[in-house]
């Protein structure tokens, strides 16, 4: 009873909870793989991953929404984040909530990323009452916006990214959406 309490919702296979500080050596060792951080500037070092997860806490305390920490259920195994944060650098679709994931290469290819982003979604929606989310992804980043496509989202712009401008590989950038309207429970 106490494991199924933990979590702030679950879908079929995940648990979505709050960060604690037993996370930050597993989202370390996530932050550390090249693959997963390939479409990344730079990889997080371990005080900027620590950094992170205070400001998640910090941000579900506030808005009741972060990036998310999921765990795989069956396994009650770490898995990455998915989840909903404030972005709010200069862009002419800012400020916004933009839903994203990352997830352990392990469990790629399996639609832990789809099934968990739709559950976010969902709360979202039905508990927040938020109105529209977006989600933000450098153009060659295709295996996210696969993901943006199957979770019913739609391209609403291309746009250089302010944080990314100084990085030629990554700095264009797509911006999906989805509005409460279009949500089917």
């Given at each position: 009873m106490k494991n199924s309490s933990k979590y702030l919702f679950k879908s079929e296979r995940l648990g979505f909870r709050n960060w604690n500080s037993s996370d930050i050596e597993k989202l370390h060792e996530l932050n550390s793989d090249k693959e997963v951080m390939e479409?990344?500037?730079?990889?997080?070092?371990?005080?900027?991953?620590?950094?992170?997860?205070?400001?998640?806490?910090?941000?579900?305390?506030?808005?009741?929404?972060?990036?998310?920490?999921?765990?795989?259920?069956?396994?009650n195994k770490f898995i990455g984040f998915i989840g909903l944060s404030e972005q709010t650098y200069e862009a002419e679709f800012t400020p916004c909530i933009d839903i994203g994931w990352r997830i352990k290469k392990e469990f790629w290819n399996k639609g832990y990323a789809t099934e968990g982003a739709k559950k976010c979604i969902e709360y979202a929606f039905n508990q927040l009452k938020l109105e529209k989310l977006c989600s933000i992804a450098p153009i060659i980043n295709q295996k996210s916006i696969a993901i943006m496509t199957k979770i019913g989202m739609k391209m609403q712009l291309e746009f250089e990214h302010p944080l990314l401008k100084n990085d030629s590989r990554l700095k264009s950038c797509v911006v999906y959406s989805i509005e409460n309207d279009t949500l089917t429970t």
């Open positions: 479409f990344f500037p730079s990889i997080p070092s371990k005080s900027q991953t620590s950094e992170f997860v205070v400001r998640m806490i910090k941000q579900f305390e506030a808005k009741g929404f972060c990036y998310f920490a999921v765990d795989e259920l069956v396994e």
